[in-house]
């Protein structure tokens, strides 16, 4: 049984337009983090949020924590083909201590 | 600053071979997690230790995986035998608590494992 869950799980669009990827649980979550992780790396933190409703914004990705903190949201505007790579959340337990991680959107930006 | 370093990159072996994974962990990040990473799927924790005493290992397959981290800083992951169903990217990481409530990992690059 999957604890978290992420949609769409591909994704192929072309440079410019804009995407919002899911993450979702029936669980709640101290802390909620976005990892990028390219092909042969290990994953890279993009952002932490813990607190609900929370809206962090990194250049042109915009982050929310749910309400309930049982859900998140990345929005890319005008992505870009560095934006290539599969975007994994992971939900922080035991008061962050350790995560969970969802099975991953796999993001594909075409020139 | 340096990263999580991992080695071996890359590891091929036969079934019911054994294999060993090493990490070098951030200096000073008393928490470190072994994770599995099927292909196509989130990474799968299996061991996370804080220093030198494990914290959760639920989910290692204590029948074949062993992992141990001397002196609160290296560690080792071993699988002794291998099955075909091992054949997986393993993850090291560690991490730093931010808050009360947030613990942000660092990963290292990874050991991919194929059992053939």
């Known amino acids: 049984t999957q604890l978290l869950e992420q949609s769409p799980q591909f994704l192929s669009i072309q440079e410019g337009e804009n995407l919002t990827v899911y993450c979702n649980s029936s669980?709640?979550?101290?802390?909620l983090q976005w990892y990028r992780q390219e092909p042969g790396e290990g994953p890279v933190l993009l952002v932490t949020?813990?607190?609900?409703?929370e809206v962090k914004k990194l250049k042109r990705l915009t982050f929310q924590f749910g309400d309930a903190r049982k859900d998140s949201s990345l929005h890319i505007t005008a992505a870009q083909p560095g934006d290539t790579g599969l975007y994994l959340c992971?939900?922080?337990?035991?008061?962050?201590?350790?995560?969970?991680f969802g099975p991953g959107t796999r993001l594909s930006v075409l020139p | 600053e340096a990263g999580v370093a991992q080695s071996p990159r890359y590891k091929i072996i036969e079934k019911r071979q054994s294999v060993a994974f090493w990490c070098n962990p951030i200096?000073?990040?008393?928490?470190l997690y072994w994770y599995q990473q099927i292909l196509g799927q989130g990474p799968k924790l299996l061991i996370q230790?804080?220093?030198?005493?494990?914290?959760?290992d639920s989910q290692l397959p204590k029948d074949r995986f062993s992992a141990e981290r001397l002196k609160g800083v290296d560690s080792t992951l071993k699988i002794q035998p291998a099955k075909l169903e091992d054949s997986a990217v393993y993850l090291c990481?560690?991490?730093?608590?931010?808050?009360?409530?947030?613990?942000?990992?660092?990963f290292g690059q990874g050991t991919r494992l194929t059992v053939v």
């Open positions: 990481a560690s991490s730093l608590l931010v808050s009360p409530k947030a613990t942000e990992a660092f």
């Open positions: 669980s709640v979550f101290s802390s």
């Open positions: 949020v813990v607190t609900g409703g």
């Open positions: 992971a939900g922080g337990r035991n008061y962050g201590q350790n995560f969970v």
């Open positions: 200096s000073g990040h008393a928490t």
């Open positions: 230790f804080q220093n030198n005493g494990v914290v959760d």
